[in-house]
């Protein structure tokens, strides 16, 4: 029998339609499969970690789930990224350089121009949407910061949120920040979850964590890795302003920084060096506030001041430990799970560390913001509050400059400047099934990495590895529109052999009238 012309939904049926059923052959489209043996992808993406913030990279504070990392895996010394959030996650979920991508600057206005439209254009497709594409369960977890601010209400167009970009659940803050005590608009997949009061003892990234365990244990418990493996982009609000930590964690560092961050600058440093992170003889350049002016010596402040100085890094030093506890966590589920060796886990960090607290610190952090004519003179970016709220709900803290500076050991400058301070971060990746630690002709080095590679080569690294072609190659679509080309180049030869050439021999950089450009290992930069 022949299907008439104005039936529909049968365009490209395989069976056979009769008279009757008895006549006719049911069949069924093939299920999407992934490739065999694909891995466990998981992305974790911090913001404003500085390049020696972690125990692989010369920090002093714990990180053993890191290390772990490090251990079985690489450690690539000369990644870069861009220097600020959203242009960052656009560059990692894409593999678009930033402007391309819509995204020139932070999603928090609205110029009004192509460069800077601030959301994902209909031809840019994500690695949720290919990895989706290709039969992966898809979750974001945390932080978005992909949607201008004025699209991130209840009632506005959902089209440039997260499961309309490819995941199949949200669960995280759709802004640049948040309160780690008492989050402002908590979104769930489309819908706003906004409780009357946070629960006692709550705390943001436990609460991230527990629906990325929820979201693994739901996928598997659905269907085994072998059809349905998953992708998981965690996006910590950690570490951005303002800063805050549980009190647990807040109690291993008292006392810890009381040496100052001269001091820190130059253990770090020296275990860089040690580590083989970076090259011996490496010099310490000079010490360099974000808008030129000397960092405080450490050493001229008062005692009363150093106590207070050394509140905000103790903040900090227990949000990173909290970090490394949450990925505990997820490497322990899934050596539960015996999945760990065959997941492909990637951690990073948007941009490198802040001075958005200024010379002092301020325990008022959005005061930081105000550029308004018209300030009274006795304006203070900082209110007189306790030391020992500082980290605390009763505080919107911001630690001093110095401290950024340390973080970004060895380089000068911060978030928003394309020097390396801005822009050089760790990059870790480990796939003991897939990779192993590569090859290399001195083992003790043989999962150090210090090729140039960026932000936009992850998405193509990642598809590389696991077997899915990006669709701008193989002539996709998307609601219509060609997808774009990526910018972005696989460093997986990196990963298999130590000697083999960066795939990145040339990358811009700019925001805000700070540019850069990088070529075959020579750099030229400016400050705005």
């Not at 550029?371 to 306790?386: E, I």
């Amino acid at each position: 029998m022949t299907v008439p012309n104005y039936a529909r939904g049968y365009e490209g049926f395989p069976g056979r339609v009769g008279r009757t059923v008895h006549e006719s052959s049911p069949a069924w489209p093939d299920p999407v499969r992934p490739p065999e043996g694909a891995p466990n992808v998981i992305v974790v993406l911090l913001d404003d970690m500085g390049y020696s913030d972690i125990g692989p990279f010369g920090s002093e504070i714990p990180t053993p789930a890191l290390q772990r990392l490090a251990d079985e895996g690489f450690t690539f010394t000369n990644y870069h990224t861009t220097p600020v959030c959203s242009p960052a996650r656009a560059a990692v979920l894409t593999g678009l350089n930033p402007h391309r991508a819509g995204f020139a600057t932070v999603a928090n206005s609205d110029p009004g121009f192509p460069g800077v439209r601030l959301e994902l254009a209909e031809d840019v497709t994500t690695l949720a949407e290919v990895l989706h594409g290709a039969g992966y369960a898809t979750a974001a977890v945390g932080k978005w910061h992909l949607t201008r601010d004025s699209l991130i209400h209840e009632g506005a167009d959902k089209s440039s949120w997260p499961v309309q970009r490819g995941f199949d659940h949200y669960y995280g803050s759709l802004e640049g920040l948040n309160s780690f005590f008492h989050p402002n608009q908590i979104v769930r997949d489309n819908t706003v979850v906004q409780p009357e009061e946070t629960p006692e003892g709550y705390y943001l990234t436990d609460d991230y964590t527990d629906e990325a365990l929820r979201f693994i244990q739901g996928t598997r418990a659905s269907a085994p890795q072998s059809e349905r493996p998953f992708f998981l982009y965690f996006a910590h609000t950690a570490m951005h302003g303002p800063l805050g930590a549980k009190e647990a964690d807040l109690a291993k560092y008292r006392g810890r920084y009381g040496a100052g961050w001269d001091a820190l600058r130059r253990e770090r440093h020296a275990r860089q060096i040690e580590l083989g992170v970076i090259p011996e003889g490496t010099p310490l350049p000079e010490a360099v506030g974000r808008l030129g002016r000397e960092v405080i010596d450490w050493d001229s402040l008062g005692e009363e001041t150093k106590d207070l100085y050394a509140r905000y890094q103790e903040v900090y030093a227990a949000m990173v430990d909290s970090v490394d506890q949450s990925l505990t966590r997820i490497t322990d589920l899934l050596d539960e799970l015996g999945e760990k060796d065959n997941t492909l886990i990637v951690f990073t960090s948007d941009n490198g560390g802040s001075a958005e607290g200024g010379p002092e610190g301020t325990r008022s952090y959005f005061s930081r913001f105000a550029h308004v004519p018209g300030l009274p003179a006795d304006w203070t970016a900082d209110v007189d509050r306790d030391p020992s709220v500082i980290g605390g709900p009763r505080s919107m803290a911001h630690y001093p400059e110095g401290w950024g500076m340390a973080s970004n050991t060895p380089f000068r400058f911060y978030k928003g400047q394309t020097f390396a301070g801005g822009v050089r971060v760790p990059l870790l990746l480990s796939w003991p099934a897939g990779l192993g630690k590569g090859d290399a002709s001195d083992p003790a080095r043989e999962g150090l990495r210090d090729q140039y590679q960026y932000a936009t080569d992850l998405t193509p690294t990642i598809l590389d590895l696991v077997g899915v072609p990006h669709p701008s190659t193989v002539g996709g679509t998307r609601h219509g529109h060609a997808v774009k080309g990526i910018d972005g180049v696989s460093f997986a030869p990196v990963l298999r052999d130590a000697t083999h050439p960066s795939t990145r021999p040339e990358q811009y950089a700019e925001f805000g009238g700070n540019r850069g450009l990088y070529r075959d290992g020579w750099k030229i930069l400016t400050t705005h």
